[in-house]
């Protein structure tokens, strides 16, 4: 079979799954925050969704591969589109910051003296639907607005610092600790329906990161140890904006991770944990919300007598070295079959930004229901802050579970095309890159399959 036949081949069936797959009644299913969202049961069997879904990323694979030209990849990876930005539209980073510091101060106060009922109090609605669901889907968008728009660092500037030097051994290790131990409290303790909980942990943690600034300085800090820029940092680099000083570039999305932005600053093991933490994170929020989980994981230990918190602590501590046990092996298992001089350590590193498409993806599939289910009682309270409303969540439209279906397959295949393209960069010749890629693929295409699991399994009660 030729080149030009294996691609008509190829990219025939590839559409034709896709297409079917599209017509499979799908079950809604969305978590966050706590707030309780409904789902229906699926008519066509799970397994065969699942696997549909497996299917799709290998022939995506397939249909990457012919792609083996780098001069061709080049071209691809640097197309680009530029539009002008006018100058007045370019909004006031002052207002900005002080707008920010504003709604900190606004939603604490809110969390201790308004409404405690979750779905009216504008705490739980504008730090779980605005910001954590909807605000993280115009970073991998559109791009990183965090460094501006943070209201902890524009209160750092202003503070003095003693400027003490950041310890290179730390690294990326706080940033990592930092965010599975802010899922540990949103899992494990009543932050995601408690308004005054909430403000009391969004205290803890401005007492925490304004003491860090005062130490190291805002920037070394902010760039190496808080959890929640780096994470902003991490998925700004899938974005499919640039802006520069007069102009918006449209390009690919994931282009920055393929011409190696130093954003990311992937140089070392403790880099390459925090991109595994961002993955593993958006996949437990999904896997605790199942019956799966509450009938064999949580109800037999609660039963047991262990504590809820030393539940998910174990969970988030196993599950987080399994994440990364599974990559690492698979990037040992490339590094044999393609036969390279290049270091285990180094691939490790080179490929770990190839995760991110596949993180945001399902970020974006897991929360696109949830954030339209609550949007309409987020208006409410920001009219209404002090006068709850019984609210109650009504079925979502249709399409809702195709978007989450295209989502989550998007952003696989967007994976599977940035490790096609780092292959290419790290390996000579034409079957080498190839090679390095079949375990990669392999735990992309189980991950996939994982992840269709997650989302047609039926909620928990």
């Not at 596949?358 to 974006?364: F, K, M, N, P, S």
Request: positive net charge.
């Amino acid at each position: 079979m030729t080149g030009f036949s294996l691609f008509k081949f190829t990219s025939k069936w590839f559409f034709l799954i896709l297409i079917g797959a599209s017509l499979l009644p799908i079950p809604v299913m969305a978590h966050a925050g706590g707030l309780p969202l409904t789902n229906e049961p699926a008519i066509i069997p799970t397994w065969l969704f699942v696997l549909t879904g497996g299917v799709i990323i290998g022939i995506s694979f397939l249909f990457v591969s012919l792609v083996t030209h780098r001069q061709l990849i080049d071209n691809i990876n640097s197309y680009q589109l530029s539009l002008p930005f006018p100058q007045f539209l370019k909004p006031n980073i002052s207002i900005l910051q002080f707008l920010s510091i504003f709604l900190l101060i606004y939603t604490l106060i809110l969390g201790i003296f308004g409404p405690q009922n979750p779905v009216s109090s504008f705490s739980i609605l504008f730090v779980w639907v605005i910001w954590w669901a909807g605000y993280t889907m115009t970073v991998y968008l559109f791009g990183n607005t965090w460094d501006a728009l943070n209201p902890w660092k524009s209160i750092s500037i202003l503070l003095p610092s003693l400027n003490h030097p950041y310890p290179s051994k730390l690294g990326s290790w706080p940033a990592s600790i930092g965010l599975l131990f802010f899922v540990l409290i949103e899992v494990g303790s009543d932050i995601t329906y408690s308004p005054y909980t909430l403000s009391l942990v969004l205290i803890f943690y401005t007492i925490l990161t304004l003491m860090g600034s005062f130490v190291y300085g805002s920037k070394p800090w902010f760039e190496n140890a808080d959890p929640i820029s780096k994470f902003f940092r991490c998925y700004g680099e899938m974005s499919l904006l640039t802006s520069s000083k007069n102009s918006i570039e449209i390009h690919l999305p994931g282009t920055k991770l393929v011409t190696g932005s130093n954003t990311l600053g992937l140089s070392a093991r403790h880099e390459v944990l925090f991109i595994i933490t961002i993955l593993f994170i958006t996949t437990y929020d999904g896997l605790i919300s199942t019956q799966f989980w509450n009938k064999w994981v949580l109800i037999p230990l609660l039963s047991l007598g262990i504590p809820l918190l030393i539940i998910h602590l174990l969970s988030l501590i196993v599950g987080h070295g399994l994440f990364y046990a599974i990559y690492h092996y698979a990037i040992i298992i490339s590094h044999r079959i393609s036969g390279t001089y290049i270091s285990i350590h180094s691939l490790n590193i080179k490929f770990a930004a190839s995760l991110l498409p596949i993180a945001a993806g399902y970020h974006l599939a897991h929360f696109t229901g949830y954030l339209l289910t609550f949007f309409p009682a987020f208006v409410y309270a920001t009219f209404h802050p002090l006068s709850p409303v019984p609210f109650h969540p009504n079925s979502l439209p249709h399409w809702i579970p195709l978007l989450a279906l295209i989502f989550i397959l998007l952003g696989h295949i967007c994976s599977v095309w940035i490790s096609h393209c780092i292959s290419f960069k790290l390996f000579s010749g034409r079957l080498q890159p190839l090679r390095s890629q079949y375990p990669i693929i392999f735990i992309m295409i189980l991950y996939t399959m994982f992840s269709l699991w997650i989302v047609t399994s039926p909620l928990a009660r």
